[in-house]
């Protein structure tokens, strides 16, 4: 009897470890929140630019087979890690076939997902042709505080045009002078920047990552929308402000591309 008990007692130690173990692995796999990791600061975002080697469209399509469920298997392996975003920018871009942008609390997490994004049939077959690295903040200008009404502004320009179907990254570079300004001049540049862009900002989404210090650049910028006569008008409106006379790059590239699923976007590239 105290035999049976004894090995009862083992018996249910072992179902709660297992349940245990399975409750841990189960957190482990949980998916970053996507609403709230694009609106946190402090998050860290890798957009990189590839093109595909001509050998792979030389590859039978037998031989291409599973390459895009290779690259999702690895997307859902790192999605408690990172978020990743794909774009097609063949036949948009002549340096690039798509481009992907990951997002991460931590950047050795993207560094991690990106390794591993290499190690895929695609991936090897993939040259790099841009990355860009950058980090989220709160606005350093246009806030509450320092520029209220046009604060109010920004809050109220919503955007209204429907699913995106364009991805646009500009990078930038300012000059010496524009980081030797005060910082009350600074203030005054972009508030004159953020003027002319509200009535845009209902067609175009936009994000910015600050990036001096960790690529060759100062910012880079991200916009989404469906409208690209939009975004060109308010590109136009950009360059017409006195900001733009600080800038040593801007592009160089310019990364358009069309939002899809990372499914989608590998599914096209492996036919």
Request: cysteine-free; proline content about 0%; aromatic content about 14%.
């Given at each position: 009897m105290i035999l049976i008990r004894k090995q009862r007692a083992a018996f249910f130690a072992i179902v709660v470890a297992c349940l245990a173990g399975l409750t841990f692995s189960t957190a482990a796999l949980a998916e970053i929140d996507r609403g709230m990791i694009l609106k946190e600061s402090g998050v860290f975002g890798i957009v990189a630019t590839f093109r595909l080697r001509a050998d792979w469209d030389e590859m039978t399509p037998a031989d291409r087979r599973g390459a895009a469920a290779e690259v999702v298997k690895t997307v859902a392996m790192h999605s408690g890690d990172v978020l990743v975003d794909a774009y097609l920018t063949r036949g948009l871009n002549a340096n690039s076939d798509y481009f992907l942008r990951v997002h991460s609390y931590e950047l050795t997490k993207g560094q991690d997902f990106m390794v591993d994004f290499r190690r895929t049939l695609i991936g090897r077959y993939s040259e790099v042709t841009e990355t860009l690295v950058g980090v989220t903040k709160p606005l350093n200008y246009v806030t509450p505080e320092k520029s209220p009404e046009l604060n109010k502004g920004l809050k109220s320009a919503t955007y209204q045009g429907g699913m995106p179907r364009y991805a646009i990254v500009i990078p930038v570079q300012k000059n010496a002078a524009w980081w030797n300004m005060t910082a009350a001049e600074r203030l005054a540049m972009a508030e004159g920047h953020t003027i002319p862009t509200l009535k845009h900002l209902v067609s175009?989404?936009?994000?910015?990552?600050?990036?001096?210090?960790?690529?060759?650049?100062?910012?880079?910028?991200?916009?989404?929308?469906?409208?690209?006569?939009?975004?060109?008008?308010?590109?136009?409106?950009l360059m017409s402000v006195p900001e733009n006379l600080y800038h040593t790059r801007y592009g160089d590239p310019i990364i358009l591309g069309t939002i899809h699923s990372v499914k989608d976007v590998f599914e096209t590239l492996e036919r």
């Open positions: 175009v989404k936009r994000k910015l990552y600050h990036s001096t210090g960790l690529s060759g650049l100062d910012f880079i910028t991200y916009f989404e929308m469906n409208d690209l006569t939009a975004f060109n008008n308010l590109v136009i409106a």
